[in-house]
């Protein structure tokens, strides 16, 4: 008998962000898995989430190598879906834990394809959470959609041409994974004559959370300052098109 695999979004930090169904499951879960990159890495997700854990649940860490070897990262996922469904086979409930959204660029995306290749039948429920660009755009007022604009949301790239793109047909543009890529998308923005109307955001809810609606202030800061940001541009206010 195999028991349910909860892949739970804990939001972007802030733990009062977590949904009322996800801290119930958390409560009701005998294993709770966590993601890290490196070894000693701490999970930002289990840190997130911790206090609506069981005192009772084990929790363990998955580790997901940061490479772009698609062979070692499969090889990664499998072994890690394999761990997962064997804590099912008693037929209990486990959880797997993932910042912002399950679906929205989430390493869960992975998990749950390489389970359902192990069992097509597996019971997996996801229960959604609350992405970085939500919580950001209600730190800064910022409106992401109004009327009939559309909302494009852009995982940054090195040559940032989506963004450029996105930025031309007007609307918001949310870009997202800005990491070291800061600086290059703040050329950008000047570029576009959108920099006075976008706001940046990262560790949002957390800690060391910071909030920028003068983007000029960013300029020359080191790549750490992108590491978990957003930028939500008005491109409606850029550009002639």
Request: charge should be negative; charged fraction near 25%.
């Amino acid at each position: 008998m195999s028991g349910i695999v909860h892949i739970i979004g804990v939001g972007p930090g802030d733990p009062e962000l977590l949904t009322v169904k996800a801290a119930r499951i958390l409560q009701q879960c005998v294993k709770v898995f966590t993601p890290v990159a490196r070894v000693k890495d701490e999970s930002l997700a289990l840190i997130i989430a911790r206090s609506y854990i069981s005192e009772n649940a084990n929790i363990e860490e998955l580790h997901f190598p940061m490479v772009t070897d698609n062979q070692k990262l499969d090889s990664s996922w499998k072994e890690s879906a394999r761990r997962v469904k064997n804590a099912t086979e008693s037929g209990v409930e486990v959880a797997f834990l993932t910042i912002g959204d399950p679906l929205l660029y989430s390493t869960s995306i992975y998990l749950i394809r390489a389970l359902r290749g192990l069992d097509p039948d597996i019971d997996i429920r996801i229960v959604p959470g609350i992405p970085a660009f939500v919580a950001a755009a209600a730190l800064t007022s910022f409106s992401l959609g109004e009327a009939k604009q559309p909302i494009h949301i852009i995982p940054a790239e090195d040559d940032l041409i989506d963004i450029r793109n996105a930025i031309e047909k007007g609307g918001t543009v949310v870009v997202m994974k800005v990491g070291g890529r800061l600086q290059a998308i703040l050329d950008l923005l000047e570029l576009t004559n959108t920099i006075k109307h976008a706001v940046f955001v990262s560790h949002a809810g957390m800690a060391d959370q910071r909030i920028e609606t003068d983007l000029t202030l960013l300029r020359n800061e080191d790549q750490k300052t992108g590491y978990l940001s957003t930028i939500l541009i008005d491109a409606g206010k850029g550009i002639s098109r």
